[in-house]
């Protein structure tokens, strides 16, 4: 379903910057290294925030 909709996933450390946009830093492997590269991501709406997940209605 994600292929269908057209959605990239980003596994990271997030924080808001804006009202309608999210810095991620990313991370891999299942200890969470950071691998040093942070994206923007820029949405219309959020909802389902938590600790854990987020989803974003993006742009």
Same mark, same amino acid.
């Given at each position: #379903? $994600?292929? #269908?909709? *057209? +959605?990239t996933t980003v596994r990271g450390y997030? $924080?808001? +910057?804006?009202a309608?946009?999210?810095? +991620? %830093? %990313?991370t891999t492997g /299942?200890?969470? %290294? *950071?691998t040093? /590269? *942070? *994206?923007v991501i820029a949405f219309k709406r959020a909802g389902?925030?938590?600790h854990e997940v987020a989803w974003v209605g993006l742009t």
């Open positions: #379903m $994600a292929k #269908m909709r *057209k +959605v997030g $924080a808001f +910057v804006g309608n946009h999210l810095e +991620v %830093e %990313e /299942t200890g969470q %290294e *950071k040093g /590269t *942070k *994206k389902g925030i938590d």
